[in-house]
């Protein structure tokens, strides 16, 4: 098969020369121009072909690996495609502690320690995965789209993007976290910014979340096929991915589908949770060509469909969720110029969301009772990033422009069930339109051998207006001025300083400031209902700049496969965005609010994570995180917050075998919002999960036995909203083949 694909390839886009071809390359940090030992030269995920010797210099034949991946600690990992005359690859440094790195492939060897993560199995998706990340939670309403936090900041307090690439939720409910459009087969890595002092890049100095998909490789053709049964909520997915490119490693293409179903869930006690069934199909495809002169084009594309989503914490379901997200890369060659290019890149995305109550009883509910309302939204968004990074004055630093325009719509329909009572039709967004352009610059300064300096400043321009009369006159009427287009100059920098004491020991701290503008549901939703309080929020386009500054220090220690991290953070927020109760609410039926500069806010809380090996290819993970956030302007609590939870894994490795076992817990949550949401209190859990792991045919076919919630426990987390319970006891078997 391999051989066929290969030939046929090989018919379709020429051969390449034949002559035995052997060249040597040094590999050198990019400031210090100091030789990296011991740098990984790989041509796949897991295959090492060689590595650098003490001179940084390593020997490859070229007829047979013109297409290499290079990887070293501490730097950022790079793919190149080698010339005849390739003499020197230069490797960016990238060893600040903020940026996580988290890989999402299975055990790699090597890459076992504290700042790395690892998908617990193959099998797991997107969610659970971002929900046992040490600072991160998720917030729920059923089985599917969780909505990851960052620190107890999420959605318009956070940066979530796909590739770098802005992509707007169209679900004026958030059923549509944009996480659910990258299937975990398709993930290379996750960038978690926890601070956003990456704020050259992210423009805006919140945390950041950046999934990274996965590109063409120049390989010869292998293909994956993986399926997964779980019982009893019959969850079942089929995938089929692939990857070929031609002899020369020139044109490379990438492509992988996958179909996934679940009918309900069954919590703790054998108790089924109606309504929290959902279909998806997604398919991702990617091209490579790569230029003689090293410069390469890569085109992506991403579909994502999902069908008859139920979401029993909400008042309606989702009928259908539809993705289109493309994008074109350039990737200039290296050069050493003093200034140059590093990546070009534009991208166009839409997303539609269709939802409605028909399934739902509306003659007895509490809120709009006796009618329906389908909902629809949309957005469009189209960007363009360009980075590189210059000399000036003996000064290197690395620039970053970034711009984007989107356009959001969403209306309800009132189809009241008393016939006499005629429709109405709301505008929850019209043509509501963001515009926003960035210059971010980064500089690293090594103030000595064991002390490296980093300063991120960024400036940005962002508007947001709405080119639908009637629905500026609305704001007119609310707050008795035309709201036009609201524009807003935010400025946001961080500095960031790494301690290397010694071979064991490093310290990290940063301090970033950051400036908000509110998104275009905050100044421009209408009637938006949101299930944590129960209001009906209108926007306000007359608010003033969100303000946070952030500190946060590091401590890490590493030794021989032992290795501790322990980060703690304060952010203080300035003119915190929030709802209040409108003026007028009293005199109709629903509860309003009106978004408002509530006043200050405070987040501060915690990480641990400690990585033993035991020996005997024993190896335990534990990880702890905590969270304090205070509205001070109130003096209660802030809203969603998980309390204080973590998880320990004990992994066993046995040639073929892998055998781990998780428990998985979270302390009660007594700390909660009353007053500017209804929350209530939540009791602490433990969960306990078991997972086999098996390789057969010489690693071709992988099968994974897991066993979650093996006592079956009935419980929620706080930051389910409505009190939807997890899963109870439940059992998947996956199979995955290589070929
Ligand atoms: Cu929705």
Redesign the pocket.
């Known amino acids: 098969m391999k051989r066929l694909i290969l030939l046929f390839s090989l018919l379709y886009l020429g051969a390449g020369s034949v002559l035995a071809q052997k060249i040597s390359v040094k590999v050198a940090d990019k400031i210090t121009n100091n030789p990296i030992v011991q740098a990984h030269i790989k041509n796949g995920p897991n295959s090492v072909l060689t590595v650098t010797d003490i001179n940084g210099v390593f020997t490859i034949n070229l007829n047979q690996h013109a297409h290499v991946t290079i990887t070293a600690i501490g730097y950022a990992s790079k793919s190149i495609h080698l010339q005849p005359d390739t003499k020197l690859i230069y490797l960016n440094p990238e060893v600040f502690r903020d940026q996580t790195e988290l890989l999402v492939l299975a055990n790699q060897e090597g890459e076992q320690n504290v700042h790395a993560y690892h998908n617990r199995t193959a099998d797991q998706g997107m969610d659970q995965f971002l929900d046992n990340i040490d600072g991160v939670s998720t917030n729920k309403r059923g089985a599917f789209g969780w909505e990851p936090v960052v620190r107890g900041q999420s959605d318009q307090r956070m940066n979530l993007v796909i590739d770098g690439m802005q992509v707007f939720k169209a679900?004026v409910?958030k059923?549509?976290p944009i996480t659910s459009y990258v299937e975990t087969n398709n993930l290379s890595k996750l960038q978690i910014d926890k601070t956003g002092s990456g704020v050259a890049q992210n423009g805006t100095g919140t945390s950041t979340v950046n999934l990274v998909t996965k590109k063409a490789d120049s390989n010869p053709a292998s293909f994956n096929l993986s399926t997964s049964y779980r019982a009893p909520d019959q969850y079942r997915t089929v995938s089929l991915s692939g990857n070929t490119s031609d002899i020369s490693g020139r044109n490379a293409i990438r492509f992988s589908g996958s179909y996934k179903k679940a009918d309900d869930f069954r919590a703790g006690n054998d108790r089924t949770i109606q309504n929290t069934q959902y279909e998806k199909f997604n398919l991702n495809v990617n091209y490579r060509h790569t230029f003689p002169s090293q410069h390469s084009i890569e085109a992506g594309y991403i579909l994502d469909k999902a069908y008859d989503i139920g979401y029993p914490a909400l008042l309606m379901d989702?009928t259908k969720a539809l993705a289109d997200i493309g994008q074109v890369r350039f990737n200039f060659a290296p050069s050493n110029n003093d200034f140059q290019f590093n990546t070009a890149q534009i991208y166009a995305n839409s997303i539609r969301?269709t939802?409605d109550d028909y399934g739902r009883d509306v003659a007895n509910r509490q809120v709009m009772r006796g009618m329906y309302m389908p909902?629809y939204g949309t957005t469009t968004t189209y960007g363009a990033k360009l980075n590189g990074a210059a000399i000036l004055f003996d000064h290197q630093f690395d620039w970053f422009l970034d711009s984007y325009i989107s356009d959001a719509f969403g209306d309800m329909l009132m189809e009241s069930l008393d016939p006499s009572i005629q429709d109405m039709l709301i505008y929850n967004l019209d043509e509501v339109k963001t515009n926003n352009a960035s210059l971010g610059f980064r500089h690293r300064i090594q103030l000595s051998n064991k002390l490296l300096f980093k300063v991120e400043e960024s400036i940005r321009f962002k508007t947001l207006r709405t080119d639908s009369e009637s629905h500026a006159s609305f704001f007119e009427g609310l707050y008795g001025e035309a709201p036009g287009t609201r524009s807003k100059l935010l400025l946001s920098g961080s500095g960031s300083l790494l301690w290397m004491l010694n071979n064991n020991w490093s310290a990290s701290g940063s301090l970033v400031y950051s400036e908000r503008m509110g998104n275009h549901m905050e100044l421009f939703g209408h009637y938006i209902y949101n299930y944590t309080d129960g209001f009906f929020y209108d926007g306000n386009p007359f608010l003033e700049t969100e303000r946070s500054i952030n500190s946060d220090v590091n401590a890490t220690w590493e030794k021989n496969g032992h290795s501790f991290s322990l980060t703690l953070f304060h952010k203080q927020y300035f003119n915190y965005i929030d709802g209040v109760l409108a003026n007028d609410s009293g005199n109709t039926d629903f509860s309003f609010k009106q978004y408002a500069n509530v006043g200050d806010a405070v987040i501060t809380g915690g990480e641990f994570r400690s990585f033993n090996d035991l020996g005997m290819m024993i190896t335990l993970e534990n990880r702890l995180s905590y969270l304090f956030a205070h509205n001070q302007t109130l003096d209660e609590p802030l809203p969603l917050i998980p309390p204080l939870k973590g998880n320990t894994t004990l992994h066993f490795h046995r040639g073929n075998n892998m055998i781990m076992a998780d428990l998985e817990w979270a302390a009660k949550q007594s700390r909660i919002a009353e007053v500017t949401s209804v929350e209530d209190k939540t009791d602490a859990y433990s969960i306990f999960n078991l997972t086999y792991e098996r390789m057969w045919l010489d690693g071709d076919l992988t099968s994974i036995i897991s066993l979650n919630n093996i006592f079956d426990h009935y419980y929620h987390t706080h930051t389910s909203i409505g009190n939807i319970p997890e899963a109870g006891r439940n059992l998947m078997i996956s199979l995955s083949y290589q070929f």
């Open positions: 679900c409910d059923m549509d989702a969301h939802m909902m």
